[in-house]
C-alpha cells in the first residue's frame, strides 16, 4: 500500500512558571492511501476471516476510519472512549486484541493484559501528549514535589504511568480529582494542561500542571467558533476538553468522546457544532441520524496552522494493516514486563473507581478507597 507522508508542525507551548516544557516541535504521520470500494471488501472479508482464525478481537477509537469503527462493532468488538477500550479488552476472553487507535492505547492493554497477544496496525502511531512527556524529565518534576499525588493521563508511555498514582480518562478525569481534593490531596498533573486546566476551574483543586498539549484540539479557535455560532444560532456546542479555555468556555457541553456522543443523544436541539476530532463525526452522524453536525474551526483569522481536526497518528491505522498485522502477527505491542505491575496500579485504581461510580464490582483491582493525603 501506497503511504503518503504527512508533516505536522507545529508551535512549541510556552513554559508556564510552575510547569515543565513540553518538548516535542515537530510530528509526522504515514496516511494510507484511500483504499477502492473493492479493495475494502475484499479487505474486509480477509479480517472477519482472520478475526475468527485467530481468536482475536478488534478495539477501535472514535477517531479512526469508519471502516475500522464498523468493522470493530459487526465482529463482536467495541468501538469507544479510551476507558472502555482499556476495559473491554481486559475483560474479553480473546487470546489476541487488534487495538486501532494510538500507542498508548495498545500500551494500556498489554499492561492490562500481559499474557494476550496485542497488535497495532501501526506502531508508530503515537500522540503530542505522550511525546511531550518523556519519562526522565516527568520523574525529576515528580520528585521536586514529592508532596503531590502523580495523576497522569492515560495518553501517557507506559514509564509515565509506572511513575503515577493515579491514571485518568477525559471520562472520569473530574470524578477522580475532585475525590482526591475532597481528601485533601494536592495534585501534580500531566501532560494535557488544557485538560488540566478545566478540571482546575471545575474542581478548584490545587494542581501542578505539566505543559503539553494535543496538536489537533489545541488548533480550535474561539474567535471562528463564535462566528460560527452566530451563523448557527439554535446549534449546541460540544467540546472536548483537550481544548483551549475559551473554546471550552463557549460549550453547551464539555466531555469525552463517550461524553460528546452522550450529549449529543440527549440534547434537544437539531445543529451541533463539535470540536474534537473529526473521525468523531461517523458516530454522531449514524447514531443521531436527524441531527446535523458541524466541526468546530481550526483555522481562520486567529489561527497558527492549518489544521484539519485529525490525529494524523490515528488517521495511521487502515484496513489494510489490520488485516497485514492478523496475518502475520506483525506489531505486537511490546511493554517492558518489569514496569508492567507498576504501571497496572493506577490503571486498576482508574478502573476500580469507575466501575464502582457505575454500581458495578470490577474483578481484581484494588478497592478504590481514596485515602487522606
Ligand atoms: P477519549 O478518552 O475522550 O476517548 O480521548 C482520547 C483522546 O486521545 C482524545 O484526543
Ligand atoms: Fe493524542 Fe490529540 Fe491524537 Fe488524541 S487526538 S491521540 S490527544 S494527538
Redesign the pocket.
Known sequence: MNMAMKEVDYEQPQADVSGSVCATKHAWARVPVEPSQSERAALKGKIRHLLKEKNAVMVS???VHPDLQDLAEETGGLVS???EMARFGRDHSAKTLVVSG?RFMGETAKILSPEKRILMPDLEAT?SLDLGCPVEEFSAFCDAHPDRTVVVY??TSAAVKARSDWLV???CALDIVRALKDKGHKILWAPDRHLGGYIQRETGADMLMWNGS?I??NEFKAIELQGLMQQHPGAKVLV?P?SPADVIALADAVG???GILKAAHDMDAREFIVAT?NGMMHKLRTLNPGKVFLEAPTSGNSATCKSCAH?PWMAMNSLADVARVLETGANEVQVDPAIIPRARLPIDRMLAFTSALKGGHDTGSLVPNIGAA
Open positions: 477509537h472514535y477517531y472512549d479510551s476507558l494510538v500522540c492515560a495518553n480518562t477525559s471520562s494535543c489537533v484540539h472536548h483537550e469525552s468522546t463517550s476530532d490525529c
